[in-house]
């Protein structure tokens, strides 16, 4: 499993993070979506590694605009480098 955080540009309000929930979570492979409105972020969880690019036109369809990837972290079950011993 894949999460990984984007810093997005624009955002103010509830309804900017619904919008910004909403386009996200329609894109193909993405399987959760945590918008954090203080941190101007959308977390996304996703099975593989989902193209910037489709988050990207995600977020521009919502009304706003990405500014950064922040992180790029697997999750329990996997590790960063395959062999399970990382630290």
């Known amino acids: 499993m894949t999460v990984t955080t ?12 619904s919008a910004v929930t909403e386009e ?16 101007k972020a959308v977390t996304v969880t996703s099975e593989a590694p ?12 919502a009304g706003y605009e990405l500014a950064g990837t922040i992180e790029l972290l697997p999750q ?8 399970g011993g990382c630290h």
């Not at 984007?6 to 993070?17: D, F, I, P, R, W």
């Not at 996997?78 to 062999?83: K, R």
């Open 50 to 61: 989902i193209d910037r690019v489709l988050i990207d036109a995600a977020v521009v369809e």
């Open 24 to 39: 996200v979570g329609k894109v193909a492979g993405v399987s959760g979506v945590q918008v954090d409105l203080s941190a």
């Open 6 to 17: 984007y810093q997005v540009e624009g955002m103010t309000c509830g309804h900017c993070v």
């Open 76 to 83: 329990a079950g996997g590790s960063c480098c395959g062999s």
